[in-house]
């Protein structure tokens, strides 16, 4: 079974000042990472994946995340937040083989003060 | 190409009560997955249905059911409802059994139970 601890339910920033997302996960076998995230009242957006290939993944919008198995950690990270990155984000693992069992973190909500 | 999509937004139950939720999956996918949210938690798998058939379940009691129809749209029943029923249940598609990694989220449909 897999699990994601996502260790900040809440994360206060200013605008343009970095931000970093903390996520850690448990599995027994090799899996994929996912981050989405959901604005208020919709639903989940894949924001970026690790597959396999080079550990650091990046998203259209200036998102990063470094997958680091040794640490079991994938961090998200963005060098200078905006108004709009103001969402919950969670992290998600899945076994890289099988059926898309896709377990989520807690959730982190993000505030981005202007 | 449409997204996916989910009726009703909202709804009230009491105890007691059925309640039957849809889902439309995203043109081409033939995997539907459904997933309950409770307020301030990350999204919990119930079940994920591939070609009409359920293809892996989560911890849930089998008042939780499910169908998927040949046009690939699902429904999700819960018998007996309980308050702690209360909650956003996200439907997700994808495109194959397979692991491929990406969920398309529909918006959900809030359950309330009195």
């Known amino acids: 079974a897999q699990s994601v601890t996502q260790l900040d339910s809440q994360v206060p920033v200013f605008e343009e000042a970095p931000v970093e997302l903390r996520c850690n996960y448990s599995?027994?076998?090799?899996?994929?990472l996912f981050w989405y995230v959901q604005y208020p009242n919709q639903g989940l957006q894949l924001l970026l994946k690790?597959?396999?290939?080079?550990?650091l993944v990046e998203s259209i919008n200036g998102f990063e995340a470094e997958f680091n198995k040794s640490q079991t950690s994938f961090h998200l990270r963005k060098p200078s937040v905006h108004i709009s990155d103001t969402a919950e984000y969670f992290c998600?693992?899945?076994?890289?083989?099988?059926?898309?069992?896709?377990?989520f973190g807690t959730g982190t909500k993000l505030q981005v003060i202007p | 190409e449409t997204g996916v999509t989910q009726s009703p937004t909202h709804l009230i139950k009491t105890r007691g009560q059925q309640v039957t939720l849809r889902c439309s999956s995203q043109?081409?996918?033939?995997?539907v997955s459904w997933y309950q949210q409770a307020l301030g938690q990350g999204p919990q798998f119930i079940f994920q249905y591939y070609r009409e058939e359920e293809n892996g379940r989560g911890n849930f009691p089998p008042r939780f059911s499910g169908l998927q129809f040949p046009n690939y749209s699902s429904e999700l029943n819960v018998n007996a409802l309980e308050l702690d029923d209360s909650a956003l249940y996200l439907c997700?598609?994808?495109?194959?059994?397979?692991?491929?990694?990406?969920?398309?989220f529909g918006e959900g449909s809030r359950l309330t139970v009195l």
């Open positions: 599995s027994s076998v090799s899996v994929y």
């Open positions: 690790y597959l396999s290939g080079s550990t």
């Open positions: 043109s081409g996918h033939n995997t």
């Open positions: 998600a693992v899945t076994p890289s083989g099988g059926y898309q069992k896709v377990t």
């Open positions: 997700a598609s994808s495109l194959e059994k397979a692991n491929t990694g990406e969920l398309f």
